[in-house]
């Protein structure tokens, strides 16, 4: 079964998490729209770009 150390570390992390969804309802916006406006950026400045460029692209972010 589980110790008392164990469910106070997972009382913890519950905590944790619970402060980290806190976090990401507030701040997920800013990012959620950060890379949309990075996107429209990038079309606004930049033809469609070629898959070609897109493998240039993923094979510098080593993906």
Do not use: F, W
Request: with cysteine; proline share 5%.
């Amino acid at each position: 079964g589980e110790t008392l150390d164990d469910q106070r570390a997972l009382q913890i992390a519950l905590d944790q998490l619970s402060l980290l969804g806190l976090d990401n309802d507030e701040t997920g916006s800013i990012y959620d729209n950060e890379p949309r406006k990075k996107s429209v950026n990038m079309t606004e400045c930049v033809p469609v770009p070629s898959s070609e460029h897109v493998a240039e692209i993923v094979g510098r972010q080593g993906g």
